[in-house]
């Protein structure tokens, strides 16, 4: 079982990324997505639930991040627009195969190894 993340890299204020995860090994019914900046705790950015009809998102991104997935793919998606430099960190897709507590890192098994956003102002 694997997710690898990817989809990083340096953008200006106000650009654009999208994130991608790809499972491999089995189906997850939900994702999370996860990020760290230097010398910060890891914190919540978003969720998607199985079918793609239900996402959170903590309050900073909303309005400017989307995520979405294609079950076909068996891959999820972190749309980022209108980045800002604080949006600078690693970002983490995480999955689970129960309901998860979408904010909650332990609520999920399965991580991928990470990818660095860098906003520059």
């Known amino acids: 079982v694997q997710l690898q993340a990817s989809g990083g890299g340096l953008v200006q204020a106000g650009g654009s990324l999208r994130l991608s995860c790809a499972a491999s090994?089995?189906?997850?019914?939900?994702y999370g997505w996860f990020r760290q900046a230097p010398g910060k705790e890891r914190e919540f950015v978003a969720a998607i639930s199985w079918s793609g009809s239900s996402t959170d998102y903590r309050d900073s991104v909303k309005g400017r991040f989307t995520a979405s997935r294609d079950n076909a793919k068996n891959t999820v998606y972190l749309q980022m627009n209108s980045l800002k430099p604080e949006d600078t960190a690693v970002y983490y897709c995480?999955?689970?195969?129960?309901?998860?507590?979408?904010?909650?890192?332990?609520?999920?098994?399965?991580w991928g190894q990470g990818t660095l956003v860098t906003v520059s102002s």
């Open positions: 995480a999955a689970t195969v129960r309901k998860a507590a979408w904010g909650v890192s332990g609520s999920y098994e399965y």
């Open positions: 090994g089995r189906t997850f019914s939900e």
